[in-house]
């Protein structure tokens, strides 16, 4: 017989989900939350920046924080509830704290957070260029080679043109 920890570990670990990319505090992202009204269901996303991320398993939360029509809202979510359809990363914020509570009383430009720039999965995706990628590198190839080219024709004194004395 499994002891009780183990059991409930074993529960825990199946309800856990599978598809959540990964984010930081200070990025910005896309929650997509399932809605239901009577019996329509719909989806509405919530668009914020992550201040704070808590707990581990299936209990782990995560607030998010947006100004909207001149006032800070405020929302947590539970990180694996039925509830959210999909969460996407809109950017990747450069931050020093594992918790933005300071954003909360700011707004403009206060409240932005650096962009991360030159990320490594960016490098990634450059490297993996679509198969037209070889086509149009010969074709720039191509064309440099006719600039090249033509100063050289530019350079040389055409035969039957006179030089025009001053």
């Not at 329509?40 to 924080?65: C, D, M």
């Not at 932005?112 to 990628?133: F, H, M, W």
Request: charged residues 35%; glycine residues 8%; without cysteine.
């Amino acid at each position: 017989m499994m002891s009780r920890d183990a059991l409930l570990e074993e529960i825990e670990t199946s309800q856990l989900k599978q598809d959540i990319p990964h984010f930081n505090v200070g990025d910005t992202i896309k929650v997509h939350i399932r809605i239901i009204e009577g019996d329509k269901e719909r989806i509405q996303t919530f668009t914020g920046t992550v201040i704070a991320r808590k707990g581990s398993g299936l209990s782990e939360t995560f607030s998010l924080y947006r100004v909207a029509y001149g006032s800070g809202m405020e929302r947590v979510f539970s990180l694996h509830s039925p509830r959210i359809a999909k969460i996407e990363v809109m950017r990747q914020g450069k931050v020093r704290r594992a918790k933005l509570y300071y954003l909360r009383g700011t707004a403009g430009k206060a409240a932005k957070v650096k962009e991360k720039i030159g990320r490594k999965g960016a490098v990634i995706q450059k490297e993996k260029a679509p198969e037209s990628a070889p086509v149009e590198l010969a074709a720039e190839e191509k064309a440099l080679e006719k600039k090249e080219e033509a100063p050289k024709e530019e350079g040389k004194k055409p035969e039957n043109e006179t030089p025009k004395s001053e």
